[in-house]
Protein backbone atom coordinates (compact mmCIF):
# COMPACT_ATOMS: atom_id res chain seq x y z
CA UNK A 1 0.00 0.00 0.00
CA UNK A 2 1.49 3.38 -1.00
CA UNK A 3 0.91 6.35 1.78
CA UNK A 4 -0.31 9.54 1.16
CA UNK A 5 1.72 12.14 1.90
CA UNK A 6 -0.28 13.49 4.99
CA UNK A 7 -0.41 9.76 6.26
CA UNK A 8 3.81 10.06 5.79
CA UNK A 9 3.62 13.15 8.13
CA UNK A 10 1.17 11.76 10.67
CA UNK A 11 2.68 8.35 10.88
CA UNK A 12 6.16 8.75 9.83
CA UNK A 13 7.32 12.51 11.62
CA UNK A 14 6.64 10.22 15.05
CA UNK A 15 8.31 11.69 18.59
CA UNK A 16 10.49 9.07 20.21
CA UNK A 17 8.01 8.01 22.69
CA UNK A 18 5.79 6.80 19.75
CA UNK A 19 8.24 4.77 18.16
CA UNK A 20 8.54 3.44 21.38
CA UNK A 21 5.18 1.98 21.17
CA UNK A 22 5.91 0.09 17.92
CA UNK A 23 7.23 -3.60 17.75
CA UNK A 24 9.98 -4.19 15.94
CA UNK A 25 9.83 -7.55 14.10
CA UNK A 26 11.73 -10.37 15.12
CA UNK A 27 12.52 -11.29 11.37
CA UNK A 28 13.26 -9.55 8.31
CA UNK A 29 10.78 -8.15 5.84
CA UNK A 30 13.25 -7.93 2.63
CA UNK A 31 16.65 -8.07 1.25
CA UNK A 32 17.61 -4.58 1.21
CA UNK A 33 15.54 -1.82 2.25
CA UNK A 34 16.95 1.73 0.38
CA UNK A 35 15.97 5.07 1.65
CA UNK A 36 16.57 8.05 -0.64
CA UNK A 37 14.40 10.28 -3.33
CA UNK A 38 13.52 8.90 -6.23
CA UNK A 39 13.78 10.76 -9.89
CA UNK A 40 12.36 10.16 -13.14
CA UNK A 41 15.56 10.38 -14.90
CA UNK A 42 15.45 11.75 -18.75
CA UNK A 43 18.79 10.47 -20.14
CA UNK A 44 19.94 12.27 -22.95
CA UNK A 45 23.48 11.54 -24.95
CA UNK A 46 26.28 11.12 -25.96
CA UNK A 47 27.11 14.43 -26.90
CA UNK A 48 31.53 15.96 -27.03
CA UNK A 49 30.77 18.85 -24.75
CA UNK A 50 27.52 21.12 -23.66
CA UNK A 51 25.56 23.51 -26.04
CA UNK A 52 25.98 27.10 -24.86
CA UNK A 53 23.24 29.54 -24.42
CA UNK A 54 21.60 29.54 -27.29
CA UNK A 55 23.08 26.27 -29.03
CA UNK A 56 20.84 23.30 -29.83
CA UNK A 57 22.79 19.78 -29.92
CA UNK A 58 21.27 16.66 -31.03
CA UNK A 59 22.02 13.16 -29.71
CA UNK A 60 21.73 9.64 -30.71
CA UNK A 61 19.95 8.31 -27.59
CA UNK A 62 17.22 9.23 -25.31
CA UNK A 63 15.85 7.44 -22.57
CA UNK A 64 13.32 7.55 -19.61
CA UNK A 65 14.39 5.64 -16.20
CA UNK A 66 14.08 5.41 -12.45
CA UNK A 67 17.22 7.06 -11.18
CA UNK A 68 18.07 8.73 -7.82
CA UNK A 69 17.77 5.85 -4.55
CA UNK A 70 15.67 4.07 -7.05
CA UNK A 71 18.83 3.35 -9.44
CA UNK A 72 20.16 0.93 -6.32
CA UNK A 73 16.68 -0.66 -6.08
CA UNK A 74 16.91 -1.44 -9.61
CA UNK A 75 20.43 -2.98 -9.18
CA UNK A 76 19.37 -5.15 -6.24
CA UNK A 77 16.07 -6.49 -7.87
CA UNK A 78 18.54 -7.50 -11.48
CA UNK A 79 21.06 -9.13 -8.73
CA UNK A 80 18.15 -11.26 -7.67
CA UNK A 81 17.41 -9.13 -4.27
CA UNK A 82 13.99 -8.22 -2.81
CA UNK A 83 13.90 -4.31 -2.32
CA UNK A 84 11.87 -1.54 -1.12
CA UNK A 85 11.82 2.03 -1.97
CA UNK A 86 11.63 4.35 1.44
CA UNK A 87 10.70 7.57 -0.72
CA UNK A 88 8.48 10.14 -2.27
CA UNK A 89 6.54 9.38 -5.77
CA UNK A 90 4.37 11.98 -7.53
CA UNK A 91 1.08 11.15 -8.76
CA UNK A 92 1.39 13.81 -11.59
CA UNK A 93 2.13 12.05 -14.70
CA UNK A 94 6.02 11.84 -14.70
CA UNK A 95 5.18 9.60 -11.44
CA UNK A 96 2.81 7.58 -13.18
CA UNK A 97 5.52 7.12 -15.74
CA UNK A 98 8.34 6.21 -12.83
CA UNK A 99 5.54 3.80 -10.91
CA UNK A 100 5.12 2.28 -14.70
CA UNK A 101 9.13 1.69 -14.83
CA UNK A 102 9.57 0.78 -11.50
CA UNK A 103 6.85 -2.14 -11.78
CA UNK A 104 9.08 -3.24 -14.78
CA UNK A 105 11.95 -3.95 -12.70
CA UNK A 106 10.20 -5.76 -10.28
CA UNK A 107 9.67 -3.42 -8.09
CA UNK A 108 6.29 -2.48 -5.93
CA UNK A 109 5.24 0.96 -4.53
CA UNK A 110 4.69 -0.59 -1.33
CA UNK A 111 5.97 1.88 1.31
CA UNK A 112 6.27 4.61 -0.65
CA UNK A 113 4.97 7.96 -0.03
CA UNK A 114 2.43 10.01 -2.46
CA UNK A 115 3.48 13.68 -3.07
CA UNK A 116 1.72 15.62 -5.87
CA UNK A 117 4.88 16.42 -8.14
CA UNK A 118 7.60 14.28 -8.74
CA UNK A 119 11.12 15.00 -8.81
CA UNK A 120 13.12 15.19 -12.45
CA UNK A 121 16.27 15.10 -13.85
CA UNK A 122 17.86 15.73 -17.28
CA UNK A 123 21.18 13.69 -17.42
CA UNK A 124 23.21 14.42 -20.51
CA UNK A 125 26.00 12.52 -20.94
CA UNK A 126 28.95 14.06 -21.87
CA UNK A 127 32.28 13.36 -22.51
CA UNK A 128 32.68 10.31 -20.10
CA UNK A 129 31.22 12.36 -17.30
CA UNK A 130 27.81 13.79 -16.96
CA UNK A 131 25.43 17.06 -16.40
CA UNK A 132 22.46 16.98 -14.76
CA UNK A 133 19.50 19.68 -14.27
CA UNK A 134 17.25 18.33 -11.58
CA UNK A 135 13.15 19.70 -10.38
CA UNK A 136 11.85 18.19 -7.04
CA UNK A 137 13.08 17.21 -3.37
CA UNK A 138 16.08 15.78 -2.34
CA UNK A 139 13.87 14.42 0.93
CA UNK A 140 13.01 11.11 1.53
CA UNK A 141 9.95 9.96 4.30
CA UNK A 142 10.64 8.45 7.61
CA UNK A 143 11.50 4.70 8.08
CA UNK A 144 8.35 2.14 9.26
CA UNK A 145 9.71 0.32 12.04
CA UNK A 146 8.13 -2.88 10.82
CA UNK A 147 10.00 -2.93 7.47
CA UNK A 148 13.40 -4.25 8.81
CA UNK A 149 15.51 -5.38 6.04
CA UNK A 150 18.62 -7.86 5.76
CA UNK A 151 20.26 -4.86 4.79
CA UNK A 152 19.73 -1.45 4.49
CA UNK A 153 21.01 1.55 2.07
CA UNK A 154 20.89 4.95 2.67
CA UNK A 155 22.78 7.99 3.33
CA UNK A 156 23.84 9.48 6.43
CA UNK A 157 20.90 12.20 6.57
CA UNK A 158 19.00 9.87 6.33
CA UNK A 159 20.64 7.19 9.43
CA UNK A 160 20.89 10.20 11.32
CA UNK A 161 16.70 11.40 10.38
CA UNK A 162 16.05 7.62 11.50
CA UNK A 163 18.59 7.00 14.55
CA UNK A 164 16.01 5.89 16.79
CA UNK A 165 14.26 2.85 14.94
CA UNK A 166 17.58 2.08 13.55
CA UNK A 167 19.17 1.41 17.01
CA UNK A 168 16.35 -0.61 17.82
CA UNK A 169 16.71 -2.96 14.60
CA UNK A 170 20.50 -2.94 15.89
CA UNK A 171 19.59 -4.42 19.48
CA UNK A 172 17.57 -7.08 17.98
CA UNK A 173 17.95 -10.60 17.88
CA UNK A 174 18.10 -10.15 13.85
CA UNK A 175 20.31 -7.42 12.92
CA UNK A 176 20.69 -5.27 9.41
CA UNK A 177 23.13 -4.53 7.66
CA UNK A 178 24.01 -1.10 7.25
CA UNK A 179 25.38 0.41 4.30
CA UNK A 180 25.84 4.18 3.64
CA UNK A 181 27.30 6.78 1.92
CA UNK A 182 26.76 10.84 1.92
CA UNK A 183 26.36 13.46 -0.99
CA UNK A 184 28.81 16.55 -2.00
CA UNK A 185 28.31 19.58 0.53
CA UNK A 186 27.67 22.37 -1.63
CA UNK A 187 28.14 24.51 1.43
CA UNK A 188 31.40 24.07 1.25
CA UNK A 189 31.99 23.27 5.15
CA UNK A 190 32.32 20.08 5.24
CA UNK A 191 31.30 19.78 8.78
CA UNK A 192 32.46 16.97 10.72
CA UNK A 193 29.17 16.70 12.34
CA UNK A 194 27.88 15.52 9.26
CA UNK A 195 29.39 12.28 10.06
CA UNK A 196 27.55 11.56 13.24
CA UNK A 197 26.04 8.82 12.27
CA UNK A 198 29.04 6.81 11.24
CA UNK A 199 28.37 4.63 14.65
CA UNK A 200 25.37 3.24 13.16
CA UNK A 201 26.96 2.51 10.01
CA UNK A 202 28.70 -1.08 8.67
CA UNK A 203 29.73 -0.02 5.71
CA UNK A 204 30.62 3.73 4.68
CA UNK A 205 31.16 3.94 0.67
CA UNK A 206 32.10 8.17 0.21
CA UNK A 207 34.05 8.78 -2.68
CA UNK A 208 37.46 10.43 -2.60
CA UNK A 209 36.63 14.06 -2.54
CA UNK A 210 34.30 13.43 -0.08
CA UNK A 211 36.24 11.49 2.32
CA UNK A 212 39.27 13.85 1.66
CA UNK A 213 37.36 17.23 2.54
CA UNK A 214 35.29 15.23 5.97
CA UNK A 215 38.47 13.90 7.20
CA UNK A 216 40.79 16.88 6.16
CA UNK A 217 43.52 14.81 4.14
CA UNK A 218 44.98 15.24 1.15
CA UNK A 219 45.26 11.61 -0.10
CA UNK A 220 42.45 8.41 0.10
CA UNK A 221 44.51 5.97 2.40
CA UNK A 222 44.93 8.84 5.04
CA UNK A 223 41.46 9.46 4.83
CA UNK A 224 40.10 5.69 5.40
CA UNK A 225 42.49 5.31 8.56
CA UNK A 226 40.74 8.14 9.98
CA UNK A 227 37.23 7.24 8.91
CA UNK A 228 37.94 3.89 10.17
CA UNK A 229 38.11 4.86 13.34
CA UNK A 230 34.54 5.73 13.64
CA UNK A 231 33.03 2.26 10.90
CA UNK A 232 33.91 -1.20 10.69
CA UNK A 233 34.68 -0.27 6.64
CA UNK A 234 35.74 2.46 4.77
CA UNK A 235 35.78 1.56 0.71
CA UNK A 236 36.57 5.29 -1.00
CA UNK A 237 35.54 5.56 -4.76
CA UNK A 238 37.91 7.20 -7.06
CA UNK A 239 36.54 7.30 -10.51
CA UNK A 240 39.10 6.13 -13.12
CA UNK A 241 41.77 5.72 -10.32
CA UNK A 242 39.65 2.37 -9.35
CA UNK A 243 39.50 2.56 -5.28
CA UNK A 244 40.93 2.29 -1.55
CA UNK A 245 39.19 0.22 1.35
CA UNK A 246 40.56 -0.62 4.83
CA UNK A 247 38.22 -2.55 7.33
CA UNK A 248 41.11 -1.98 11.07
CA UNK A 249 43.32 -4.63 9.83
CA UNK A 250 43.50 -5.22 5.81
CA UNK A 251 43.92 -2.26 3.29
CA UNK A 252 42.63 -3.33 -0.61
CA UNK A 253 43.18 -1.29 -3.49
CA UNK A 254 42.03 -2.17 -6.62
CA UNK A 255 42.36 -0.43 -10.36
CA UNK A 256 39.36 0.64 -12.12
CA UNK A 257 38.17 -2.32 -14.90
CA UNK A 258 39.18 -0.45 -18.48
CA UNK A 259 36.37 -0.57 -20.33
CA UNK A 260 34.60 2.02 -23.17
CA UNK A 261 32.74 3.94 -21.56
CA UNK A 262 29.67 4.87 -22.63
CA UNK A 263 27.11 6.84 -19.88
CA UNK A 264 28.20 6.79 -15.94
CA UNK A 265 24.93 7.53 -14.82
CA UNK A 266 24.13 5.53 -11.57
CA UNK A 267 27.54 3.61 -12.02
CA UNK A 268 28.41 4.40 -8.42
CA UNK A 269 24.70 3.38 -7.32
CA UNK A 270 25.38 0.08 -8.98
CA UNK A 271 28.81 -0.66 -6.99
CA UNK A 272 27.05 0.04 -3.80
CA UNK A 273 24.14 -2.52 -4.96
CA UNK A 274 26.87 -5.04 -6.09
CA UNK A 275 28.77 -4.42 -2.42
CA UNK A 276 25.60 -4.66 -0.72
CA UNK A 277 24.71 -7.75 -2.67
CA UNK A 278 28.29 -9.37 -1.77
CA UNK A 279 28.36 -8.51 1.65
CA UNK A 280 25.30 -10.32 2.17
CA UNK A 281 26.94 -13.38 1.12
CA UNK A 282 29.28 -12.95 3.42
CA UNK A 283 32.41 -12.65 0.95
CA UNK A 284 35.71 -11.24 1.88
CA UNK A 285 36.28 -7.58 1.34
CA UNK A 286 38.31 -7.93 -1.66
CA UNK A 287 36.22 -10.98 -3.23
CA UNK A 288 33.19 -8.32 -2.82
CA UNK A 289 34.84 -4.96 -3.75
CA UNK A 290 36.52 -7.12 -6.87
CA UNK A 291 32.76 -8.09 -7.88
CA UNK A 292 31.34 -4.40 -6.83
CA UNK A 293 34.00 -2.56 -9.26
CA UNK A 294 32.73 -5.00 -11.95
CA UNK A 295 29.42 -4.47 -11.72
CA UNK A 296 29.71 -0.77 -12.26
CA UNK A 297 32.12 -1.45 -14.98
CA UNK A 298 29.42 -3.75 -16.48
CA UNK A 299 26.71 -0.61 -15.97
CA UNK A 300 28.75 2.29 -17.42
CA UNK A 301 29.50 0.67 -21.13
CA UNK A 302 25.66 0.85 -21.43
CA UNK A 303 23.39 3.47 -22.14
CA UNK A 304 20.62 4.89 -19.52
CA UNK A 305 21.27 5.10 -15.55
CA UNK A 306 19.40 2.25 -14.01
CA UNK A 307 18.69 0.79 -17.23
CA UNK A 308 22.18 -0.12 -17.61
CA UNK A 309 22.33 -1.54 -14.27
CA UNK A 310 23.92 -5.49 -14.70
CA UNK A 311 22.33 -9.09 -13.66
CA UNK A 312 25.04 -11.21 -12.17
CA UNK A 313 24.93 -13.33 -15.59
CA UNK A 314 26.42 -10.13 -17.31
CA UNK A 315 28.75 -9.76 -14.65
CA UNK A 316 30.26 -13.10 -14.76
CA UNK A 317 30.21 -12.62 -18.99
CA UNK A 318 32.57 -9.82 -18.17
CA UNK A 319 34.67 -11.91 -16.24
CA UNK A 320 34.86 -14.51 -18.58
CA UNK A 321 35.73 -11.62 -21.69
CA UNK A 322 38.47 -9.68 -19.93
CA UNK A 323 42.52 -10.00 -18.32
CA UNK A 324 41.77 -9.32 -14.55
CA UNK A 325 43.98 -7.05 -13.04
CA UNK A 326 45.89 -8.99 -10.86
CA UNK A 327 44.87 -7.52 -7.80
CA UNK A 328 40.92 -8.44 -8.36
CA UNK A 329 39.82 -11.76 -6.43
CA UNK A 330 36.92 -13.62 -7.92
CA UNK A 331 34.57 -15.86 -5.85
CA UNK A 332 33.90 -19.31 -6.92
CA UNK A 333 29.98 -19.08 -6.94
CA UNK A 334 30.83 -16.40 -9.95
CA UNK A 335 32.37 -18.94 -12.45
CA UNK A 336 29.52 -20.82 -11.81
CA UNK A 337 25.89 -21.40 -14.05
CA UNK A 338 23.62 -20.86 -10.70
CA UNK A 339 24.11 -17.87 -8.37
CA UNK A 340 24.39 -17.93 -5.05
CA UNK A 341 21.34 -18.00 -2.65
CA UNK A 342 22.02 -17.86 1.14
CA UNK A 343 19.57 -19.60 3.04
CA UNK A 344 17.41 -16.57 5.24
CA UNK A 345 16.93 -15.82 8.76
CA UNK A 346 13.17 -15.46 9.16
Known amino acids: MMLSQSDSFNDMQSTDEQYDMMAIPDRFSMDVLV????????????????????????VSQCAF?????????????????????CSYLGTDEPGILLQSLLRK???SEEGMVEVAHQSVTASISVANDRAMVT???????KIVPETKPRALMADLRAIAMNRPTLEK??????????????G???????DPKELNGLDLVDYFVPNAGEACRYTRTTCIRDA????????????????????????????????????????????GDVFGAALTWC??????????????????ACSVQAFGGSLSAPSLEQIRNLIQSIELPSQYAIPEIMYLDRPLTKERDQ
Open 35 to 58: VGPVFLDVVLGPVDAMPIPGEERW
Open 65 to 85: APGGAANQAVALARLGLSSRL
Open 105 to 107: EGL
Open 135 to 141: YGTNEAP
Open 169 to 182: WRASSLRPLFISDV
Open 184 to 190: WDDSGRW
Open 224 to 267: AYSLQSRVPVVVITNGAEGLFAYDGTTEVELPAIAVDAVDPTGA
Open 279 to 296: ALQEFPLRESLSVASLAA
